[in-house]
């Protein structure tokens, strides 16, 4: 199977071709322009005969999930190139194996199985869409390949589907609810919930749900709206009622919609806005504009430096995710949290893999030991903040943000600790 996405203009300068010496960074697709640039790979001459690590990366590339696969890829690639600068895994380089899911489970299924058994990548990162990232999770089990997951968000992927070989170094919607739940309920005790009517919008919708009800709130009625609905009006016409507030749960461009739509409904005057932070990313904000201020919201990653949040860190992650970014995309969009989980997620795997003296598949054993449980610090490889990986389910648990559009702007209302994130686990690893 051809990856057409390589040959596309977006494309340019990112995919790894062989021993080209061209540097390939990611672009938008659509109207945006890649650049191209000659920049050598010093770190190709630096590590001289050393075999490459072969990461795969599983993406949606094109289809509904396009926008944020590509932005996710700018992480990705952001993480590789800073470890082979700096001298690489256990003296060996990163090669990333980077497919086009196309935004379907059937084709996520098909590459997959191709990277394992003729690409023969040592380990995984990537997914992007919660029903691929579900559909795919029974080939890495078999292959006996670490998974890390670095985008889906359906909770079930470390509960009722978790196996021993898939981690995910991101939140997830029960940690979410359990940090935003108090907030919510102060804002209004009756809440609607609109959601993107797939795995991760009906698992998400089920958190939230439960944890508005155990802070003393109530949700008077759901709206379940297809994935990729360009007219969302039939469905949110029909939301009425005596209730305080509107809950939203959707990411790219069905974020744009539902923001855009629901504000010339009224819905978002009418009743208090709030939802995942997956509606407002910072790439979704150019085409909502005004329409998005006043939404509350939650967040792993949002690209401000106010509180605790202006760190070196941070700084030096935004700046380069920034420059990158603005290079493929003449708005100059700011980093999201797309960008943000690849590059740590792909840093974990480092970690792990250096602690476990990874060398190849037949170590599987040895690298799931040394992810159970690992702890990640604050730094360059996580700015986001601390983690902890939960050995009893694979679940990693971080600080969230709590905060408001204002103007067009985030500002952060409340951190969130990580130990305050912490919900009980729900998994049992099969035999």
Known sequence: MSEKWKEEKWAEDFWYRGKATRRRIVGWGGGAIGALMLVPAPWREAFGAAKPYKIGSEQPLSGPGAAGGKTALVGLQMAADRINKNGGINGRPVELDVVDDQSSPAVARQ???????????????????????????????????VNMISVCLDTTLTTTHCNRVSFRVHDYAPSQAVAFGPLLVKTGKKWHIAYSDYSWGQSTRDAYAAEIKKNGGEVVGTTGIPLGTADMTPFLSKISGDFDGLFGIFFGKDGVTIA?????????????????????????????????????????????????????????????????????????????????????????????????????????????????????????????????????????????FLFEIENMNYKLLETVPKDKTLVPPACTFSA
Not at 290 to 304: E, H, L, Q, S, T
């Open 111 to 145: 590459k997959t199985e191709k990277m394992v058994q003729e690409d023969e990548i040592d380990a995984h990162v990537g997914g992007f869409l919660s029903n691929i990232c579900l559909a795919c999770m029974p080939v890495w089990e078999d292959a006996k390949i």
């Open 260 to 400: 855009n739509q629901a504000y010339d409904l009224g819905l978002t005057k009418k009743y208090k806005w709030a939802g995942d932070g997956a509606i407002c990313e910072s790439t979704n904000m150019p085409a909502i504009g005004n329409k998005i201020n006043g939404f509350i919201g939650i967040n792993r990653y949002i690209p401000v430096f106010q509180g605790p949040l202006n760190t070196p860190y941070l700084h030096a992650f935004f700046n380069e995710a920034k420059a990158r970014l603005a290079k493929v995309d003449p708005s100059g969009p700011m980093p999201d949290r797309y960008v943000q989980s690849n590059y740590e997620a792909l840093n974990a795997l480092k970690q792990a893999m250096e602690a476990s003296k990874f060398d190849s598949r037949g170590d599987t054993p040895k690298l799931i030991d040394a992810l159970e449980g690992m702890e990640m610090k604050e730094g360059y490889d996580f700015p986001q903040g601390d983690k902890t990986l939960r050995k009893a389910d694979h679940q990693a648990f971080l600080r969230q």
